[in-house]
């Protein structure tokens, strides 16, 4: 019988002791590793730079799609993966999704990794 993946609350904020302060135990260890694994992906970090550096802030699943080159069935499953750790949040408005990045909890990830990173 297969492993069963373990299945934590990824849409809360990254609220873990930060790696440098002490050995993490195996959930908080889990819970940045999950987060660490939605990004560890090249295409999702493109997106993840489209999103913050964006002018509007936001931008629709068709205009990343053609920014990154891939279809936008590819770009949905990146999108939800990133969604998935709370990297990114989503919005319909008629035809369209929109996402934007969750700058809250990408600076929790890094303060997570490094407390004096971001200072």
């Known amino acids: 019988m297969p492993k069963a993946l373990p299945v934590i609350d990824m849409s809360a904020p990254v609220c873990c002791t930060p790696v440098a302060a002490a050995p993490l135990d195996d959930a908080a ?3 940045v590793a999950l987060r660490l694994k939605a990004i560890a992906d090249p295409v999702r970090v493109r997106l993840l730079s ?11 699943s068709g205009d ?15 999108l ?38 971001c200072r």
């Open 29 to 31: 260890a889990l819970e």
């Open 64 to 78: 990343l799609a053609a920014a990154v080159g891939v279809g936008e069935s590819t770009v949905s499953h990146h």
């Open 80 to 117: 939800s993966q990133l969604r998935t750790a709370g990297l990114v949040a989503s919005e319909r408005r008629g035809m369209n999704t929109f996402h934007r990045a969750r700058r809250d909890a990408l600076a929790a990830l890094c303060v997570v990794l490094d407390p004096n990173c």
């Open 50 to 60: 489209l999103l913050l550096t964006s002018p509007a802030a936001e931008e629709n």
